[in-house]
Each structure stands twice: as C-alpha cells, then as structure tokens.
Nanobody
Framework: QVQLVESGGGSVQAGESLRLSCAAS????????MSWYRQAPGKERELVAA???????NYADSVKGRFTISRDNAKITVYLQMNSLKPEDTAVYYC?????????????????WGQGTQVTVSS
C-alpha cells in the first residue's frame, strides 16, 4: 500500500520556524507533482506550495518569501521549510502526492493524501 506520512508539526511562537516532512512508502515508481495544503478552522483547504517532478515550484501569495518546498527523490520525501511563522499560518497541514505506482503487472498514477500534521503559531 502507498502511504504518505507527515511529521514536523508543533507549537511555536510567531517568528520561529518549523520544517515539515512528508515521506512516501510503498510500490512507488516515481513522484510527480507533490504539494502541501493547509486547512484552518472555518476555512477551506488551500494550496500552500507545490513542486513538480522537474523541480519547478509554486507558492501561495501568503507564504511567498517565507516558505520553501523541496524534494528528495532518493528518499521519496517532500519538505516544507516554514520561516517567520505567523499566527495566521495556524492550520492542519496535509501532504499531497501525484505519483505512479506498481499495481500487479501494471503502472497506475493517482493522487494520495497524508493524514495531516498540526501547526500552531502563537502571538
């Protein structure tokens, strides 16, 4: 089974940093676009950052200049370095991966989600 497991969340004060990790496991052939989403209470889930298989990145305007997404293909892991955290960054952060996996004698591509990790930023 393909699994995505997030880690690195926690509680910090405004201005501090956190680094989130999302490790994929299973019969994975390749990672395509990998993304971080977040969802705060009372809000819809929003895209925070994305990185393509070629390394091109995209960020939400609210995190540009503060967050950095990166990937380690050898470890099948995507990271989100979060600096200068603000209270409005408080949310559950989810890892999403568009990947290709083995399915018997076939290859199959699809979207997978992690369980989420809580990030809380206090003033």
């Amino acid at each position: 089974q393909v699994q995505l497991v997030e880690s690195g969340g926690g509680s910090v004060q405004a201005g501090e940093s956190l680094r989130l990790s999302c490790a994929a496991s299973g019969s994975i052939v390749s990672m395509n676009t990998m993304s971080w989403y977040r969802q705060a209470p009372g809000k819809e889930r929003e895209l925070v950052a994305a990185i393509t298989s070629g390394g091109r990145t995209n960020y939400a305007d609210s995190v540009k200049g503060r967050f950095t997404i990166s990937r380690d293909n050898a470890k099948i892991t995507v990271y989100l370095q979060m600096n200068s955290l603000k209270p409005e960054d408080t949310a559950v952060y989810y890892c999403n991966a568009r990947l290709t996996r083995y399915s018997g004698s076939y290859l199959r591509s699809g979207d997978y989600w992690g369980q989420g990790t809580q990030v809380t930023v206090s003033s």
